[in-house]
């Protein structure tokens, strides 16, 4: 069955965009699936189902949501050997190699993450749907690391806030084009969907959401710097979007970068290397660091040696 929702606008969401305040108000909705409930109008405020996103609502104003019952899929687990560093009975910490889809979509329900974890885990979060059972959040498909699951809905709920809240330390190491000159920065530039090529990001002043990136770099080489990386946002390809912004797109990053690649690799050599949250049930904070792989050292050494 359909999930209805019903909110009343407080004084306080006054004047606001309407995908603004349920995004912030109904939890485990993101911004971007309350505009398309919008889109097939499933929402209606004050009985009008004909309303845009970007409607400013009034104290007052009676909202209805209708979240439509999830296509059943079929998403099996498979026995994918995975990374995992840390466990217990409300998170899991994987190292994700490269090349490793994090969770299925549509047309892509094999070979990723998930199926693994379906296999390993007897129970994963189930807020975020069928497709993604225990994504809290994701690293890109070529980008290696660390990633929080959680095993429950509590701890899910904990940590979505933890992340929402800018509270989790992530530390990315990344090798860029070019010699970076100063020692450290902040990059601040929003980011938001390619205006022709949806499938990529671009820094867009407009319609992007606020993005920040502090580096500070770890060691020059004559055509390449390594940095280290800390999110403060964690927007899609944040770190590649900024990276290229100011001139030093990261080494094997095709998309963000140069075409034509002096390396022979097989994706972008970004690493998330450490990961830092207040575990959801003990309390206490909690840290995990990973060695970069084979393939990314072994980049590094080659340029040590010139």
């Known amino acids: 069955m359909e999930e209805k929702i019903s909110y009343k ?83 899991l910490i994987v190292n994700k190699r490269q090349g490793m889809v994090v969770h299925p979509a549509t047309g892509n329900l094999t070979g990723t993450l998930v199926n693994a974890l379906l296999y390993h885990c007897k129970t994963l979060s189930d807020i975020n ?37 800018h509270f989790v330390k992530r530390k990315y190491i990344a090798l860029t084009e070019g010699v970076i000159k100063v020692d450290k920065g902040t990059i601040n530039y929003p980011i938001g969907r390619h205006q022709i090529n949806r499938k990529r990001m671009d820094v867009n002043s407009n319609r992007g959401k606020v993005a920040i990136t502090q580096f500070s770099v770890l060691k020059r080489y004559a055509s390449n710097t390594l940095i280290e990386a800390l999110l403060y946002t964690g927007r899609t390809h944040q770190i590649r979007v900024h990276m290229k912004k100011i001139g030093h797109p990261i080494v094997g990053d095709t998309i963000y970068g140069y075409k034509k690649q002096k390396f022979n690799l097989e994706g972008q050599l970004l690493h998330a290397q450490e990961l830092g ?23 590094i050494n080659l340029l040590q040696c010139h």
């Open 9 to 91: 606008i407080e004084s306080k969401d006054n004047n606001k965009r309407l995908d603004l305040v349920l995004s912030e108000h109904i939890k485990h909705y993101s911004r971007n699936y309350i505009q398309k409930l919008i889109n097939q109008n499933l929402i209606k405020v004050n009985n009008n189902n004909k309303i845009k996103a970007s409607y400013k609502v009034l104290e007052g104003d009676n909202i209805e949501i209708l979240i439509p019952k999830e296509k059943l899929v079929d998403i099996k687990p498979e026995n994918i050997p995975i990374n995992i560093i840390y466990e217990d009975k409300d998170i």
């Open 129 to 165: 749907g069928e497709f993604r059972p225990g994504i809290v959040h994701r690293i890109d498909k070529d980008t290696s690391g660390l990633i929080v699951i959680a095993k429950n809905n509590d701890s899910h709920i904990n940590l979505a806030d933890q992340f929402k809240g």
């Open 277 to 299: 949250f207040i575990h959801p049930t003990t309390g206490d904070y909690v840290n995990f660091t990973s060695e970069l792989p084979n393939y990314f050292t072994k980049i």
